[in-house]
């Protein structure tokens, strides 16, 4: 990572590209200035992981077990798009900025309802998201009570368009999947 830490002018002018030449509110603005401290450890660190995945319960919990054993190792920081101030009212610059300072997106993917859809999408449309992504796909047993409080299909979790991702991103090395918590972490622990 480079020594030099972001500004907020520079992480300004990286958000008004974002808003397609719309300018920040004094307001936005603000929101950004105060979150340019929180954001210190992705440009301090050697190694950041952004984690995505669902927020539902019992996602989150694995989201967090995902979080906990990257940040074991030896300086790195991982974090999730909550851990970074939620008073942003604009969650589309937040997951941009996040994801380009960030040297690694890890998706934990579990089924095709909520979680992070749209951010998977822009794996695949940009570039130099999808060179930095790494997704831990859940593959289902036919008894399974977490499938059961989700509400998953089990014979049919993911959409179309994730099946795409996780193909190429399979052929791209990048794709582990997990059946168990222990798996999971596995999943996490090849990575770092």
């Given at each position: 990572?480079?020594?030099?830490?972001?500004?907020?002018?520079?992480?300004?002018?990286?958000?008004?590209?974002?808003?397609?030449?719309?300018?920040?509110?004094?307001?936005?603005?603000?929101?950004?200035?105060?979150?340019?401290?929180?954001?210190?450890?992705?440009?301090?660190?050697?190694?950041?992981?952004?984690?995505?995945?669902?927020?539902?319960?019992?996602?989150?919990?694995?989201?967090?077990?995902?979080?906990?054993?990257?940040?074991r190792q030896p300086?790195?920081?991982?974090?999730?798009?909550?851990?970074?101030?939620?008073?942003?009212?604009?969650?589309?610059?937040?997951?941009?900025?996040?994801?380009?300072?960030?040297?690694?997106?890890?998706?934990?993917?579990?089924?095709?309802?909520?979680?992070?859809?749209?951010?998977?999408?822009?794996?695949?449309?940009?570039?130099?998201?999808?060179?930095?992504?790494?997704?831990?796909?859940?593959?289902?047993?036919?008894?399974?009570?977490?499938?059961?409080?989700?509400?998953?299909?089990?014979?049919?979790?993911?959409?179309?368009?994730?099946?795409?991702?996780?193909?190429?991103?399979?052929?791209?090395?990048?794709?582990?999947?997990?059946?168990?918590?222990?798996?999971?972490?596995?999943?996490?622990?090849?990575?770092?």
């Amino acid at each position: 990572m480079s020594e030099d830490p972001i500004s907020v002018d520079e992480l300004a002018e990286k958000a008004d590209e974002y808003l397609h030449e719309t300018s920040l509110m004094p307001a936005e603005y603000e929101t950004l200035k105060q979150s340019v401290a929180e954001l210190t450890p992705i440009f301090s660190t050697e190694r950041s992981y952004f984690v995505l995945g669902s927020y539902g319960r019992p996602e989150i919990r694995r989201l967090q077990l995902v979080k906990d054993r990257l940040n074991r190792q030896p300086d790195a920081y991982a974090f999730l798009m909550v851990d970074v101030r939620s008073e942003w009212t604009n969650t589309y610059l937040k997951f941009r900025l996040l994801a380009d300072y960030t040297d690694v997106i890890v998706g934990v993917a579990e089924h095709a309802q909520g979680g992070f859809l749209v951010e998977q999408g822009y794996f695949t449309a940009l570039e130099k998201y999808f060179a930095k992504t790494h997704v831990f796909k859940r593959e289902y047993d036919t008894l399974d009570a977490d499938a059961i409080d989700t509400g998953v299909d089990i014979a049919n979790p993911y959409s179309g368009m994730q099946t795409t991702i996780f193909e190429m991103l399979d052929d791209s090395g990048r794709l582990c999947r997990w059946t168990t918590e222990d798996d999971l972490v596995k999943c996490a622990e090849l990575l770092s």
